[in-house]
């Protein structure tokens, strides 16, 4: 059985545009105004870091509405060409939040997937291309190559089991649970791959030879599983 539910009061957000609209916008505003108020709206950084081009397609499409709706409002109340308007404004911030929100979390999505877009190579052919783009100052890619051959190594030595999808955190925090003196390390690296691949960093080639260095270590340690589980990424 459905409940009755109470009117729906107003956020602090919709009050304030309400509140800036009502001091700020003539009581009859013309379609330049309107114009201007979503051009305002739409210059923000949110709506600039989705792909180029959709906030122009909304702010055309506003704009367009916006001017035909209010320079049919003439002979109407003034008053409700200002709630209009406000109204117009939080449905655009809210219609323009949805669009944006799926790239925005792809991009603070804090760890990229291990072999997205990677050919099914062994380990040792992933340390010739790490090695190879090293010895082109391709530090970005070498960290990449590396990255993986750690990981697909520990697929060969059933470390675990080959899992796609797998992220560089995922595997970071199942290999601290077999390796925990090399906690500390692998986590670093799962840090650095996730940044280098989403472009927040640029790698030395220090970085690159210490992501070689634990992958030497890693292939030297034999995996000692613990009964109970080991501290995880977010928990060093």
């Not at 309400?18 to 916008?25: K, N, P």
């Not at 180029?52 to 049919?72: C, K, M, R, T």
Request: one cysteine or more; aromatic letters at 6%.
């Amino acid at each position: 059985m459905m409940q009755r539910c109470g009117p729906v009061q107003p956020g602090p957000g919709t009050l304030a545009i309400l509140g800036v609209l009502a001091l700020d916008v003539p009581v009859q505003p013309s379609g330049a105004m309107a114009r201007r108020l979503a051009a305002d709206e739409l210059a923000k950084q949110v709506y600039q870091q989705a792909k180029p081009g959709l906030a122009q397609i909304i702010l055309n499409w506003v704009a367009e509405f916006v001017s035909d709706l209010l320079d049919g409002l003439n002979a109407l109340n003034a008053n409700l060409g200002l709630v209009l308007l406000a109204a117009l404004v939080v449905a655009l911030v809210v219609v323009a939040g949805w669009l944006v929100r799926p790239r925005l979390n792809r991009k603070l999505d804090p760890s990229a997937e291990v072999f997205a877009d990677a050919e099914p190579l062994t380990s040792a052919e992933h340390r010739r291309l790490a090695a190879a783009a090293a010895a082109a100052a391709d530090y970005p890619g070498a960290v990449t190559a590396q990255f993986r051959a750690l990981i697909r190594g520990c697929e060969e030595r059933a470390v675990f089991d080959p899992q796609p999808g797998r992220t560089a955190h995922e595997a970071a925090d199942e290999l601290m649970h077999a390796f925990g003196s090399l906690a500390v390390p692998l986590r670093s690296a799962a840090e650095l791959f996730s940044g280098v691949r989403y472009g927040r960093t640029l790698p030395s080639r220090q970085d690159f030879e210490r992501l070689r260095n634990l992958d030497t270590d890693v292939g030297a340690s034999s995996p000692h599983y613990r009964d109970q589980p080991s501290a995880t990424i977010s928990e060093l």
